[in-house]
């Protein structure tokens, strides 16, 4: 039965210190940098798609997304594992050899022709392909080769609280030093809270970022990791979240106006699309690492597949123009114009990992100064965590303390939220005494898109659900959680 008159309870406020638990708290870097892909000189002219694959099986938001590049030396092997979770790993050097239990895909590097793989049978993987395992699917890798092997890997995981482990090992727990000569460096984290039409693509491409061309608004969520240099940047508005590599795992959405200096291999991530991004007229070219998840072939409105430019309105407006740029609305997936992420880079340069401790740029800091944020060092390689970006081991090292916020500023505006339990009364006014929308099932996943109303001795929220835009009213405090 709905519980109308339950007593406000702030929202829980440990939910961020089990999504870092979830995603891992240590990063192991990996024997190749990210920005050891190029430098500022050699920025491509045009963006260069690495990675299309479209897969069944792709988690319901709220889902983790992280990006990370991944090196197995030569002899080195990682045991049989699942994730609950699609896994997509693209092939950059050397030759990766795969046995999976069940059937996988294998992306073509020249063509983008997906082909079934072998079922309990060694395969091997080549530069330039990429090998994809649905979600429970039990695989292992090994390096046979005399050259380290690199991946740029994706990974999608369930973020729900009912959420599985992150990754399991059907033939028992891996021995210590199982990850033996298994290193990596996470590029991006972020928190997924809508997904286009199934089936979904994962696009994964290297784009530059230039005067003369700007990032183009997109509608699908995207994840934008600094490949080649840092910048400098403030918040201007919508849903955005930092994720920095030298302190991996998603993060709360940003404040408006907040300003950060991110270096090399942090990232962006725009759960409901973004706004076109631009550069200074006077700053250097970077490029991105550009995850963008859409619209597969075959989707309901199909206007917003893999192969729709990111310049074009899927709706049939006209292309992204310069300055902010139009919002992108997707028929099929709809997201209130408020939440769009936008950012305004204010200078660019500088290839230094930001610190560690997430410091962002200060009032006193010239906004076109390049950023100098240094790397608080390398630390010790935990193999492990290269691949198990699900549960981690606590003891690995002690994560973050999560200050405990204040009950006002534990649900804002812009904030996601899901329903904690069932039969929930979604009203059209901050009122018991007010019409019932909908009765909501525990799980369901909402934007908050105004201010709280205290009313009848209870704490209101006007949110708009995330899978059908026109459901729109008011919830109590005590059905939801922050996501």
Same mark, same amino acid.
Request: hydrophobic letters at 40%; a negative charge; zero cysteines.
């Given at each position: 039965?709905?519980?109308?008159?339950?007593?406000?309870?702030?929202?829980?406020?440990?939910?961020?210190?089990?999504?870092?638990?979830?995603?891992? $708290?240590?990063?192991?870097?990996? +024997?190749?940098?990210?920005?050891?892909?190029?430098?500022?000189?050699?920025?491509?002219?045009?963006?260069?798609?690495?990675?299309?694959? $479209?897969?069944?099986?792709?988690?319901?938001?709220?889902?983790?997304?992280?990006?990370? !590049?991944?090196?197995?030396?030569?002899?080195?092997?990682?045991?049989?594992?699942?994730?609950?979770?699609?896994?997509?790993?693209?092939?950059?050097?050397?030759?990766?050899?795969?046995?999976?239990?069940? *059937? #996988?895909?294998?992306?073509?590097?020249?063509?983008?022709?997906?082909?079934?793989?072998?079922?309990?049978?060694?395969?091997?993987?080549?530069?330039?392909?990429?090998?994809?395992?649905?979600?429970?699917?039990?695989?292992?890798?090994?390096?046979?080769?005399?050259?380290?092997?690199?991946?740029?890997?994706?990974?999608?995981?369930?973020?729900?609280?009912?959420?599985?482990?992150?990754?399991?090992?059907?033939?028992?727990?891996?021995?210590?030093?199982?990850?033996?000569?298994?290193?990596?460096?996470?590029?991006?984290? /972020?928190?997924?809270? !809508?997904?286009?039409?199934?089936?979904?693509?994962?696009?994964?491409?290297?784009?530059?970022?230039?005067?003369?061309?700007?990032? *183009?608004?997109?509608?699908?969520?995207?994840?934008?990791?600094?490949?080649?240099?840092?910048?400098?940047?403030?918040?201007?508005?919508?849903?955005?979240?930092?994720?920095?590599?030298?302190?991996?795992?998603?993060?709360?959405?940003?404040?408006?106006?907040? #300003?950060?200096?991110?270096?090399?291999?942090?990232?962006?991530?725009?759960?409901?699309?973004? !706004?076109?991004?631009?550069?200074?007229?006077?700053?250097?070219?970077?490029?991105?690492?550009?995850?963008?998840?859409?619209?597969?072939?075959?989707?309901?409105?199909?206007?917003?597949?893999?192969?729709?430019?990111?310049?074009?309105?899927?709706?049939?407006?006209?292309?992204?123009?310069?300055?902010? /740029?139009?919002?992108?609305?997707?028929?099929?997936?709809?997201?209130?114009?408020?939440?769009?992420?936008?950012?305004?880079?204010?200078?660019? /340069?500088?290839?230094?990992?930001?610190?560690?401790?997430?410091?962002?740029?200060?009032?006193?800091? #010239?906004?076109?100064?390049?950023?100098?944020?240094? #790397?608080?060092?390398?630390?010790?390689?935990?193999?492990?965590?290269?691949?198990?970006?699900?549960?981690?081991?606590?003891?690995?090292?002690?994560? +973050?303390?999560?200050?405990?916020?204040?009950?006002?500023?534990?649900?804002?505006?812009?904030?996601?939220?899901?329903?904690?339990?069932?039969?929930?009364?979604?009203?059209?006014?901050?009122?018991?005494?007010?019409?019932?929308?909908?009765?909501?099932?525990?799980?369901?996943?909402?934007?908050?898109?105004?201010?709280?109303?205290?009313?009848?001795?209870?704490?209101?929220?006007?949110?708009?659900?995330?899978?059908?835009?026109?459901? !729109?009213?008011?919830?109590? +405090?005590?059905?939801?959680?922050?996501?």
């Amino acid at each position: 039965m709905p519980r109308p008159h339950a007593r406000i309870v702030p929202a829980v406020v440990t939910a961020l210190l089990l999504i870092v638990l979830a995603l891992g $708290t240590v990063p192991a870097p990996a +024997a190749r940098s990210q920005d050891d892909q190029g430098d500022a000189g050699s920025v491509p002219d045009t963006t260069e798609t690495l990675m299309r694959a $479209t897969v069944d099986g792709v988690p319901l938001a709220p889902s983790f997304i992280r990006l990370l !590049r991944i090196v197995i030396e030569p002899g080195a092997t990682v045991p049989l594992h699942t994730h609950p979770g699609p896994e997509y790993n693209l092939v950059e050097s050397g030759t990766l050899t795969v046995t999976s239990e069940t *059937a #996988s895909v294998l992306v073509e590097a020249e063509t983008g022709a997906q082909s079934t793989t072998p079922v309990d049978e060694a395969f091997d993987v080549v530069s330039g392909q990429t090998v994809v395992f649905p979600p429970e699917t039990a695989f292992t890798f090994a390096n046979g080769g005399e050259e380290p092997v690199q991946l740029l890997t994706v990974v999608i995981l369930p973020a729900g609280p009912q959420r599985p482990p992150g990754i399991s090992y059907p033939g028992g727990d891996p021995a210590a030093d199982a990850y033996a000569g298994i290193s990596n460096q996470v590029l991006g984290d /972020g928190v997924a809270t !809508r997904f286009p039409d199934r089936p979904v693509s994962v696009v994964v491409e290297r784009v530059p970022l230039t005067v003369e061309a700007p990032l *183009a608004a997109s509608a699908d969520p995207v994840l934008l990791s600094l490949a080649d240099a840092g910048a400098n940047m403030v918040i201007a508005g919508g849903i955005v979240q930092i994720s920095r590599t030298s302190n991996p795992g998603p993060q709360p959405n940003s404040d408006q106006g907040e #300003s950060y200096r991110l270096g090399v291999g942090d990232a962006l991530f725009f759960p409901n699309g973004h !706004r076109e991004i631009a550069i200074p007229d006077d700053a250097n070219p970077i490029t991105l690492l550009r995850v963008t998840l859409s619209a597969g072939p075959g989707a309901a409105g199909d206007a917003a597949s893999p192969e729709a430019s990111p310049a074009t309105n899927p709706s049939g407006g006209p292309a992204a123009s310069p300055g902010v /740029g139009p919002v992108i609305v997707v028929d099929a997936s709809p997201v209130a114009e408020e939440l769009v992420g936008s950012i305004d880079i204010r200078g660019t /340069g500088g290839a230094a990992v930001a610190d560690a401790d997430g410091a962002t740029a200060t009032g006193t800091e #010239s906004a076109d100064a390049a950023p100098t944020g240094e #790397s608080a060092g390398d630390p010790a390689p935990t193999g492990e965590a290269a691949i198990d970006t699900g549960d981690a081991d606590p003891a690995v090292t002690e994560p +973050a303390a999560v200050e405990e916020p204040d009950a006002a500023g534990a649900i804002s505006i812009g904030s996601t939220v899901i329903t904690n339990d069932t039969e929930v009364n979604l009203r059209d006014a901050p009122s018991l005494g007010s019409s019932i929308l909908a009765v909501l099932v525990q799980g369901q996943t909402f934007v908050v898109v105004s201010d709280p109303v205290e009313a009848e001795g209870f704490v209101w929220y006007e949110v708009q659900s995330l899978d059908d835009p026109d459901l !729109r009213g008011f919830l109590a +405090a005590d059905f939801l959680d922050v996501v």
